[in-house]
Nanobody, 124 residues
Framework: QAQLVESGGGLVQAGGSLRLSCAASGRTFSNYVMGWFRQAPGKEREFVAGISWSEVNTHYADSVKGRFTISRDNAKNTVYLQMNSLKPEDTAVYYC?????????????????WGQGTQVTVSS
């Protein structure tokens, strides 16, 4: 059974950094687009970043562009999200997801597989 497991969340002060990891198991996701989404309390889930299977293409939400970096290691079946210069508004549960669509989708319904999420809290 395909499974995505996120890790690396936690509590950090504003301006700090965190690195999230998403380990895939049960199948290979090397030919899938991988994405990170987040959901803050009372808000809808929103796209954060995505990366193509070849790692050539990436796409970021405007709110994180220049601060977050998505990467993947297909040999390890793992995707990462390096988050720098964190702000209190980045506080949310962060989810890893996999999509079989061509191109980096930014809507959640285009992603078939999801992790359980990891909490990121940024204090001011």
């Amino acid at each position: 059974q395909a499974q995505l497991v996120e890790s690396g969340g936690g509590l950090v002060q504003a301006g700090g950094s965190l690195r999230l990891s998403c380990a895939a198991s049960g199948r290979t996701f090397s030919n899938y687009v991988m994405g990170w989404f987040r959901q803050a309390p009372g808000k809808e889930r929103e796209f954060v970043a995505g990366i193509s299977w070849s790692e050539v293409n990436t796409h970021y939400a405007d709110s994180v562009k220049g601060r977050f970096t998505i990467s993947r290691d297909n040999a390890k079946n793992t995707v990462y999200l390096q988050m720098n210069s964190l702000k209190p508004e980045d506080t949310a549960v962060y989810y890893c997801a996999a999509s079989s669509r061509v191109g980096i989708a930014i809507t959640s319904y285009d992603y078939r597989y999801w992790g359980q999420g990891t909490q990121v809290t940024v204090s001011s």
